[in-house]
């Protein structure tokens, strides 16, 4: 523990990224180490070219819109800690531990898993997934095996059974709600190596 | 009433049963004797005369047996499932047990011996396969991978936990003098462990499906259960060649070997698991034109690959398990609808079948005073052993995993897998193959077996479901589909594997990620037909069920209100909400489909500005041509059903390999005569220019109303005599076509339209093409050539029909709807022979 908190002092932003994702510090150092791998130039951030040079990524049909998501709105750049915090949300919820100094909302939280899952159909970020958007991510996700009109037919019932407010989109409350009986836990969550 | 009836049939069964087996033998030495005819051994002696009938028991006895005790078995749990009352608190196993008990005192009382055991052979050959089959086939593949780590180390590590902690307690206790005077070493000992190591798959499965743990918990009992019975297996096996080597020529390297033979055993069992499971998803990829015996192949396959794993000596309850496994998803996907649901059904029947038998017979085996050896020592500690050890070995590894699992095993979980340690008919039947000559104590050990199975299964199974609910176990959620989780479940995942592929984690996703790459490459390309090959999309699967649901739910809600006729109207049809668009455009596909074929009407539907969104309706048109007909039909069938039915119910001819529908002559007959009749006085008025009287359908009306099966049909009666055109522009596919009937009756020389739309709904009156040609051609069973020659004219799903005869469920409603239909362009010939045969 005492090797990994002294080369935690490379890592930027080190003591506050572990208070603030919950990281601990092997996982930061990790990651840091990660980042650099993916960041070729050295200019301490990530572009999307930098994302895409992972061939996996390649093959995931909403590969594209998991990169997005690292990007705030109108950045072209994504530096260590928006990395790590992003990163973050798809650590598994600690149930019985409460850690002192942690934020009431953290990225791990239900809600918090919640709301990126919804920001990666609402590109527009329009607070709604429109008819339009659910259609975007359901062809990239079903390909070519389904014609068009299927697709669209399958976006409308889908819609339709989350639009509670009958505004032909989902809004994140609706959303919210259609996937209640889902253990989002454990499904949004990864485990991240010491 | 029913219960008490079936019990007092049981007891007359039995009571049968039981005298035959008593006459058995003494049948059989009289027929050795060689005197009496009667016997049915009448060849030994001449016979004087012809004898009428001879009384054979001796010939059929066994298999008269078998079938019998099957019977009773069934019947036992019969009547268990019918006290409801009973059976919540405990469980069917446990009541089975003890049903047991009580025929195998009635045998004991009759017979003063136990003429009925389980034997190993019989468990092992003959009951066991079909239950592993079933529980592999039916294994949630996703959830069994994603805790096969916790699986295996449960079963394997687990296991050998518990054989030789028990082993080796015993063996100390022993060596203390707690449990007299008795002949077992510590070899025996640890073979003793070995066979009791195991939870059981079928009194654990038994359990756990009453009270519905949650599924991360059911799966690890389950999968270890099942898995630690090859261990056990093998186990058992390496220790009793050891015991028959005995002790002084065991070295560390007979011990190196025995732990090679494990590993090869249960992986070599897996293994030729695998290639059977391969070979029948080959199969099935070209048993398209022998259907009806499809399903066949997989239960001679499973068998075999148990059989085969049993011939090279390697695990075959192991190889009989991944068989199920690796096919599954195969065969699903290859073969047609109904032979899944056959095999479905048919392995349900068999292993739930071969269970039940199996606790009867655990009961009815333990009445038979030769087996019984008591010694208090032995038995009460073998019992605390098992349990305290189940509990230890679960807590420790359950601990190490959870270092390493995502959502770790919550303390009331591991209880629960503890308290669900089962030991059930495995152990029993390995105790029965002890060999005697070696091990002195042999009657102890299955005695000492019996307790623990029936403490295990009678004690910890009442007490399991109270334990469940007092611990407040998180239970199995009710899984309800819909789509917009689906499509989410789709994009976590895809979301996990790209994070985790962003953040250079290699984990589960990861794996998986690449495991379905290489399935979808090279086992779908190479196992799958191609045409299954296009279904494999899951969230398209979903959404066809919910269509299908929407279709069958809207054809409830028809014969809530009694008619379909809502569909008709359009106010209706909107309070309906949206979603019925494509519910109705489901229940109706085929139909609207074919309009689409039938160029005449295409213009026509297009026209009539139907509601039915063209989104839905195309979809439907893709959906009949490629994805998925058969469940189409299945929807169909449903509607059709409520429809017309003739006076006479088809009737089934029989063929065995073909299940088609054979139309009543009768039927036939007298729909050709009403038609006739309808058609003489349609043609008359034509002629003479006046309306029809009126009289006669009434007439017909009244004569059919209370025929119909139900009140739907009052839709095509009832109403206005022109209610079809007046709401013309409504949605059904029906209506759609009525312009074309119309059209076509003009030609045919019926002038009065007014007349149409009373008559043609109650299309009985006229008789379909085929149906007049069969007539003539008295063979009512199949359209004449000449009616398929025609077929392609008539709108509605006629021309499904030549290929659709040789479908059991739709032959009849596809016949039904056709009658249904406007009538076809009668062609002038037909007009002249009608004349004719008039």
Redesign the interface.
Known sequence: MGSSSSSLNNVPDGQQLMQETGFSAAHLLRLYERFKFLDKDNRGHLRSEDFEAVPELSENPIGDRIVGAFFLPGQETVDFSSFVRVLAHFRPTEKNRTRAGAQPDPANSRNRKLKFAFRLYDQDRDGKISRIELLQVLREMLGMQVTEEQLQSIADRAIQEADLDKDDAISFDEFRKSLEKVNIDHKMSIRFLE | MGPRWTSALLLCLLMVASSLANEAPAHETSASGGNQTSTGHGEAAPITTLPIVTWKWHHVSTPYLVALWILVSWLCKLVIEANHHVTTYIPESALLICLGFLLGGMIWGADKVQTFKLTPTVFFFYLLPQIILDSGYAMPNKLFFTNMGGILIHAIIGTCWNAATLGLSLWGCHKGGAMGDIDIGLLQYLLFGSLLAAVDPVAVIAVFEQVHVNEVLFIMVFGESLLNDGVTVVLFNVFDAFVSLGGGAIDAKEIVKGIISFFVVAFGGSLVGFVFGLLISLLTRCTKNIQIIEPGFIFVLGYLAYLTAEMLSLSAILSVMFCGMCCQKYINSNMDERSVQTVRSALKVFANGSETIIFVFLGISAIDKSIWVWNTGFILLTLFFILVYRFIGVFVLTWMMNR?R??PISLVDQVIMGYGGLRGAVAYGLAVLLDETRIKEKNLMISTTLIVVYFTVIFQGITMKPLVQWLKVKRA?LV?L????K??????D????????????????YMR?KWR?FEEKWMSWFLLKSSAR?K??R??NV?HE?NLQDAMEYVTEGERRGSLDFIRNENAFVDFK??FD?DFAEAMPDIMADMIQFDGCNVVFLYRGDPVPS??L??HE?NLRGLRQAEEINAHHLLEQHLYKGRKQHRHKFSRSHFSINQDENEVQEIFQRTMRSRLESFKSGKMGVAPPKTITKHTKREQQPKMPNGKNRSYYSGDEDFEFSEGDSASGYDASFPTRVSYRTGAGIENPAFMPDVDPSSPMHIPPWLADAELEVSPVAPSQRAQVRLPWMPGHLHRLSSLRTSPRSGDSVQEGDEQLPPPPPPPPRHDRDDNHL
């Open positions: 390493f995502l959502v959620a309800e819909s789509l917009i989780e499509v989410q479940n789709k994009v976590f895809h979301a996990l594997i790209a994070i985790e592929d962003i953040s250079g984690q290699i984990g589960h996703n990620d790459n296009k494999q999309d969230l398209f959404f919910l949206k979603k494509e989104v839905s195309e979809m893709q």
